[in-house]
């Protein structure tokens, strides 16, 4: 593997921070293609001039990306939040992750117990608790684990 730059993202990586997003909800879906409804609909997130792209990209080729837009206020229904800026469509490459491409089989992860946002998002990412519990610095953390690649 080459150097990883992370920039922004220019006209030009809309359609290859698109194919990264249909590529990593195909795999994510067990080969389930997001519809062109879905895709028109991502296609126009990231193109979107208010919007501004993060793109990670290894010897030219766009392998992630993330968008940044103003935030609203309900879940997105209106108004604007002075100040606060929502983070979407973060999404690598289902073939780039450097674990992967590192031979590693597994990964874990400590959290603190109450950190109930990191949990919920470790756990939607296809971490689980193993169980383990320590205290560090007088908080409890709890440790997490994944498979890396399908089993069969």
Request: proline share 6%; aromatic share 8%.
């Amino acid at each position: 593997m080459g150097d990883l730059i992370i920039r922004r993202g220019e006209p030009a990586d809309v359609e290859p921070a698109v194919a990264v997003w249909l590529a990593a909800n195909s795999a994510r879906r067990k080969g389930l293609t997001p519809g062109a409804e879905q895709a028109a609909r991502a296609r126009g997130h990231v193109s979107n001039p208010e919007a501004f792209m993060l793109v990670a990209e290894e010897a030219g080729d766009v392998v992630g990306m993330a968008l940044g837009t103003q935030g609203l206020a309900d879940d997105g229904a209106w108004p604007p939040v002075e100040g606060l800026c929502h983070v979407s469509m973060v999404f690598v490459a289902p073939d780039f992750p450097e674990a992967r491409s590192r031979g590693y089989d597994r990964a874990q992860l400590w959290t603190q117990s109450d950190n109930m946002r990191a949990r919920r998002l470790y756990e939607g990412r296809g971490f689980f608790p193993s169980g383990r519990e320590k205290y560090e610095f007088g908080e409890r953390i709890v440790h997490y684990q994944r498979a890396l690649r399908e089993t069969v």
